[in-house]
């Protein structure tokens, strides 16, 4: 099965302007990113999608494989898209399982990868899937850059959010699990085709969450739990607890010194 890992990643992020070459250990989070993916011996290959000749160089210069795209992408999920209708014109070959792995996910792991893909191969109604984690704090909770999601009982995603879900109001943590998206998100070909055909949706824009255009159009996402500690970069205090975190990261000796 032809399953290929892209990594979206531009400069204009409007919470981190710059992020994918902001350095963590002395090596752009990019790379790091890249790196890790590249471990996932379940992916055929890995690619960095952009629209930034800056990024496109410093992957090259790892003798990464990138695609530009274009600059008006306003989700992830589409400039993915774009990336694997030209691998595909490139290649010859179509793309079974395309999985997108978040630029400022620079504790990704090859197991994460493989996990979040697990759903897609053995479960036929599956056709895109998510990671999810434990929410460690109430601050974590609370922060608008951390996606909050609630699953039903068949951990399918009922919503999103940038804000606390479910509400604090009778809740106290204890209950019902706080969880939060980590973006590690594989989609069957023809899942991610029909996510662009589909119109933007009001939800997906108020929160600026991908997976909220499926929901409103009535698809399912599946969720998958992970335990592996994972933290998403949105703002320098974030890069500063990546550093603070991945530096004794045994992944991180295999690969420091490229």
Same mark, same amino acid.
């Given at each position: 099965?032809n399953?290929v890992?892209?990594?979206p990643a ?14 963590i ?9 890249y790196?890790r ?12 999608a ?12 790892l003798?990464g494989e ?13 400039r993915?898209?774009? #990336?694997? *209708?030209?691998?595909? %014109?490139?290649?010859?070959?179509k793309? +079974? &399982?395309? /999985?997108l792995i978040?630029g400022d996910?620079?504790m990704?792991t ?10 897609l ?7 895109v899937s998510?990671l999810? #984690?434990? *929410?460690?704090?109430d %601050?974590e909770?609370?922060?608008?850059n +951390? &996606?909050? /999601? ?5 951990n399918?995603a ?10 604090r ?10 969880k939060?998206q980590?973006?590690? *998100?594989?989609f069957t ?5 029909d996510?662009?055909?589909l ?6 824009v108020?929160?600026?969450?991908d ?6 159009h009535?698809?399912q996402v599946?969720?998958?739990h992970?335990d ?6 949105d703002?320098?205090a974030?890069l ?8 004794d990261?045994p992944?991180l000796?295999?690969y420091?010194?490229?």
């Amino acid at each position: 099965m032809n399953i290929v890992g892209i990594i979206p990643a531009r400069m204009a992020s409007t919470r981190f302007p710059g992020k994918p070459l902001a350095r963590i250990m002395a090596m752009p989070m990019i790379g790091h990113v890249y790196h890790r993916s590249k471990m996932a011996t379940i992916l055929n290959e890995v690619y960095v999608a952009t629209c930034d000749q800056e990024i496109a160089d410093y992957i090259s210069g790892l003798g990464g494989e990138i695609v530009m795209t274009s600059s008006s992408h306003e989700r992830a999920s589409d400039r993915v898209a774009e #990336a694997m *209708i030209i691998i595909e %014109e490139k290649t010859g070959v179509k793309i +079974e &399982i395309v /999985v997108l792995i978040q630029g400022d996910e620079p504790m990704v792991t090859p197991e994460m990868i493989k996990a979040a893909i697990q759903p897609l191969l053995v479960e036929k109604n599956v056709t895109v899937s998510n990671l999810m #984690a434990d *929410i460690g704090s109430d %601050e974590e909770f609370e922060d608008p850059n +951390e &996606i909050k /999601v609630i699953v039903n009982g068949h951990n399918s995603a009922m919503y999103f959010s940038r804000e606390p879900i479910p509400s604090r109001k009778k809740y106290n943590g204890t209950a019902f699990p706080m969880k939060k998206q980590v973006c590690i *998100i594989p989609f069957t070909r023809q899942c991610l085709l029909d996510y662009t055909a589909l119109e933007p949706t009001p939800l997906e824009v108020i929160e600026s969450i991908d997976m909220l255009r499926f929901l409103e159009h009535g698809k399912q996402v599946k969720m998958v739990h992970t335990d592996h500690q994972t933290v998403a970069v949105d703002t320098k205090a974030d890069l500063r607890q990546v550093e603070a975190l991945i530096k004794d990261d045994p992944l991180l000796r295999k690969y420091q010194d490229d």
